[in-house]
């Protein structure tokens, strides 16, 4: 299983960034998707998941950090076993190297595992 993150960039404070995720290989089912954070010196935090449950009618259920609560918008992308994350409002505190993770079942197993992305680089300017 291989993610393939995009859509870091520099932008100014309040402004909007867009990043995607796109997980590809041997998938029966992704159960977790989304992005976790990395600013300098501090460990890696979560930003915000989007989870499905084990029924074909189970709702997405999203789940964020308090601290980008309002402010960012995780989806299931209308392409197969993609996510994307929607910043608005960004703060320089917004700052880090964004991770995309992913907890997947592989064909032919039963139990989730955990994948990483290479992370991508966001950085916001006062």
């Known amino acids: 299983v291989q993610l393939q993150a995009s859509g870091g960039g520099l932008v100014q404070a309040g402004g909007s960034l867009r990043l995607s995720c796109a997980a590809s290989?041997?998938?029966?089912?992704?159960?977790?998707f989304g992005w976790y954070r990395q600013a300098p010196g501090m460990p890696r935090d979560l930003v915000a998941t989007i989870s499905r449950g084990d029924w074909p009618n189970d709702a997405d259920s999203p789940n964020y950090a308090d601290s980008i609560k309002g402010r960012f918008t995780v989806s299931r992308g209308d392409a197969k076993n993609t996510v994307h994350l929607q910043m608005t409002g960004l703060r320089p505190e917004d700052t880090a190297v964004y991770y995309c993770?992913?907890?997947?079942?592989?064909?032919?197993?039963?139990?989730?595992?955990?994948?990483w992305g290479q992370g991508t680089l966001v950085t916001v300017s006062s």
């Open positions: 290989g041997r998938i029966l089912k992704i159960k977790e």
């Open positions: 993770f992913a907890n997947v079942v592989p064909l032919g197993r039963s139990t989730a595992q955990p994948y």
